[in-house]
């Protein structure tokens, strides 16, 4: 089958869009925010900034809405986070550091352009078509008001456009039958993932587990023998099917901008992840194979 070329095109945007968000993720500034309300632990911290939105929510909720992060980390951190700091608070610190993320990144002058409150107006717009029903994580955040400043307008959208499509790759995963390590596993298979080096740092399993669930997979003729991650054919065909189905889930925001919306997007969102790159917005380690 052809892919639909407009869906290619929607992947690209949101290739482009989804990192002007997960910048903060990375950034001293986010760990400076937390500390200073008293979460100090960075486990703690992520956890906290990202469920915020869904309120002073359990483990049990944050396991389920992020899929791959072992429900024993996450229990170590919530619910107790709320203890220390209200979602409200968390919220608050979150927006701190991402402004002080974005004018460090992009630069005060790009903030304060044209461009970023075009490409504000046009994500907004994208996410008018955006779907509540399933998607936790998106309708918790497109309960949050849409902040006044273009450059945070734009991280905001960019948040709700992230999490909508999140959202339906999960239901794409769970379809496909991966559990969570094993679509992290088969993730790192396509060179496209976060490496294994961070994965166990930041999602609570053991590299035993990591391994196993590699195990699991060549069993299912899905990874090829050897000690190296390398899908066989049928796991590249599982995983550009997982893909294709999680653009087809996400396919009416950028329907409903249309296709000049869509590469004018596109366009404006390389230019700012263009420059937040060359300022060293991610670790350099942070995508391959390399444990």
Excluded at 39 to 56: E, L, Q, T
Excluded at 216 to 235: D, I, P, Q, V, Y
Excluded at 251 to 266: M, N, Q, S
């Amino acid at each position: 089958m052809t892919p639909d070329p407009r869906l290619r095109a929607a992947r690209r945007c949101h290739n482009v869009v989804n990192p002007f968000h997960s910048t903060h993720y990375f950034s001293p500034d986010l760990g400076e925010e937390l500390a200073a309300i008293g979460v100090s632990d960075r486990g703690a911290a992520y956890f906290a900034v990202r469920s915020a939105p869904m309120g002073a929510v359990g483990a049990g909720t944050v396991t389920a809405a992020f899929y791959n992060f072992k429900h024993e980390l996450v229990a170590r951190h919530l619910p107790a986070v709320w203890d220390i700091a209200s979602p409200a608070t968390v919220l608050a610190a979150r927006a701190r550091a991402v402004d002080a993320t974005l004018r460090r990144l992009v630069g005060e002058e790009t903030l304060a352009s044209k461009e970023m409150a075009e490409a504000a107006e046009l994500a907004l717009r994208a996410t008018e078509a955006c779907t509540r029903h399933a998607r936790p994580l998106y309708a918790a955040h497109a309960d949050l008001p849409v902040p006044e400043a273009p450059h945070m307008a734009y991280w905001h959208a960019a948040t709700l456009l992230r999490e909508h499509r999140g959202d339906g790759h999960l239901a794409a995963l769970l379809a496909a039958d991966l559990d969570p390590v094993e679509a992290l596993v088969s993730h790192v298979a396509t060179g496209k993932g976060m490496a294994p080096k961070w994965l166990l740092a930041t999602r609570g399993w053991t590299r035993a587990e990591f391994d196993e669930a590699a195990e699991r997979l060549r069993a299912r003729g899905l990874l090829a023998a050897g000690a190296e991650l390398t899908l066989t054919e049928e796991g590249a065909l599982l995983r550009a099917a997982i893909e294709e189905r999680t653009d087809a889930l996400d396919r009416a925001p950028y329907e409903h901008l249309g296709e000049a919306g869509v590469a004018r997007l596109t366009e404006l969102a390389t230019g700012f992840m263009g420059t937040a790159l060359g300022n060293g917005a991610f670790p350099a380690d942070l995508i391959g194979k390399a444990v």
